[in-house]
């Protein structure tokens, strides 16, 4: 559809509904949602079955609808391509920059390439272009399964979302008319709290206990990977597969951004096992590489991560030509993370072994995943998703045309801030009555799993 006329469809849209959406009302679907389990992890289930009984085991064992969610991003675009869309999305909103997994365990502190600590967003596989409103969907309702679990009551779930969407419009707002988005991020002295304590701990950690823990030196003092249950050595021939393709990884990195071939020399390999929820079943390897110098202890670990098409697409197929990442889509990751991301790690990169592409970046020393277990009263949830919802902006607004106005021509934090503006309340309503009625939807799917997993049901 031309954007004249999608922009008229849009418009009209809005004068029917009057800024806001129906909800669509949770309903039990047992069998429609253990097929679509099924038909995402069956192709995954020839290479590594293991993983995938661990990612069914994982999801089951801790009882958490929320688990559950963070495993099951392809069913909630399945649900998007159906379920209505919001009042407050135009042409200009509807295809920006998504992390498209937003929940609350793909934030965590980080240390960027300028050495600063922050916290911000720490997963970028789904990377894709979409509707502004889906991160905020999927974030709000990540919030209110999170709150529930730690027995906070469904009133306080609620006032939390609306603090995290206040906390996203504000900054959006703050944002529009500058260019302080491409500077701004959350540090010890802009946070309290558990988002405090998260960067002060990612700070605190150092490379060496990272090399110590997954590494040691063998008997001719060369540097290599510790065999353990989740690190475990690959087969000459993928050892040899990847060496191969390392060249096309230095290649895929700007040449300002470059290293001399000596920091990338390929030291070791290992099969990673056992890591996030989603990605199960995925090959995940560690690679370790000589680093700034032949010295030991300055050794670099890269996680190599095989990527698929993104669960976002599965709303929108198409919506980022295929052009912009090359049909690769562990380019499609790279570019997601630089764009959404300020001084992102200079070791991000993509290539291909045996077909299958890959995402590599450094598997970071000072990275710690947020806990949202720690948020045990709505204080501590009130101020944690505050700063939630100033990344998201921050997200949204630095990866429009402020990083290529040839994927994203406009201002984001501008079209965003125009469109909710007057109308914040009811934005906020649609929101939350989303989130809530899709909590519920959930905690249906998440209790067909159980029961299709305690029959025996093939789930791969």
């Known amino acids: 559809m031309p954007k004249s006329i999608s922009a008229i469809v849009v418009f009209v849209l809005i004068l029917i509904l009057g800024f806001t959406s129906p909800v669509q009302a949770a309903t039990p679907r047992s069998t429609w949602v253990v097929n679509e389990i099924y038909q995402y992890n069956h192709p995954f289930a020839s290479q590594l079955p293991q993983e995938l009984a661990t990612k069914m085991q994982k999801i089951k064992d801790e009882a958490s609808p929320f688990t559950f969610y963070r495993g099951t ?34 934030l965590g502190g980080i240390r960027d390439s300028n050495d600063n600590n922050i916290f911000d967003t720490t997963d970028f596989d789904e990377g894709y272009l979409g509707p502004y409103v889906w991160d905020l969907r999927r974030m709000a309702v990540s919030i209110l399964l999170a ?8 009133s306080d779930g609620q006032d939390i979302v609306r603090n995290f969407l206040d906390a996203y419009l504000n900054k959006m707002s703050d944002f529009k008319g ?5 500077s701004y991020r959350l540090e010890s002295s802009n946070t309290n709290g558990v988002v405090k304590d998260l960067i002060q701990k990612a700070s605190d950690n150092s490379r060496s206990d990272l090399l110590n823990k997954h590494t040691q030196l063998n008997n001719i003092n060369n540097r290599v990977f510790k065999t353990t249950l989740e690190l475990q050595p690959v087969s000459n021939s993928t050892y040899s597969d990847i060496v191969g393709a390392m060249s096309s990884y230095i290649a895929s990195i700007p040449s300002s951004k470059r290293y001399n071939n000596s920091y990338y020399t390929l030291k070791d390999i290992r099969l990673k096992l056992g890591s996030g929820i989603g990605s199960l079943g995925k090959y995940r390897y ?9 010295a030991t202890d300055d050794d670099r670990i890269l996680e190599m991560k095989q990527e ?34 300020s001084n992102t790690d200079p070791l991000v990169g993509y290539t291909t072994v045996n077909s299958i592409p890959f995402m590599l970046r450094e598997k970071s020393p000072y990275q710690v995943d947020f806990d949202y277990k720690l948020l045990t009263t709505k204080s501590k949830f009130m101020d944690a998703m505050g700063y939630v919802g100033k990344v998201v902006a921050k997200n949204h607004a630095i990866s429009d045309k402020d990083y290529d106005a040839a994927i994203i021509p406009v201002s984001v934090d501008k079209e965003v801030t125009d469109i909710v503006s007057g109308n914040k309340a009811v934005f906020k309503d649609e929101i939350v009555n ?3 009625d899709y909590a519920t939807q959930v905690e249906y799917d998440y209790t067909s ?12």
């Open 73 to 106: 991003d392809h069913i909630f675009y399945r649900d998007m391509q159906t379920l209505p869309s919001s009042g407050f999305v135009n042409s200009s909103t509807s295809a920006i920059w998504l992390d498209g997994d937003m929940h609350l365990q793909n």
């Open 147 to 154: 709150t529930k679990e730690n027995n906070l009551s469904s």
């Open 178 to 182: 500058t260019n302080d988005e491409l």
């Open 286 to 294: 560690y690679l370790l590489i000589e680093g700034p110098s032949s």
């Open 308 to 341: 698929g098409s993104s669960a976002v697409a599965i709303a929108v197929p198409g919506l980022l030509p295929t052009s912009v990442y090359g049909n690769h889509e562990g380019a499609r990751v790279t570019i997601a993370t630089k764009a959404i991301l």
């Open 434 to 436: 989303f989130a809530l």
């Open 449 to 460: 799993f159980v029961n299709a997993y305690n029959q025996g049901v093939t789930l791969y």
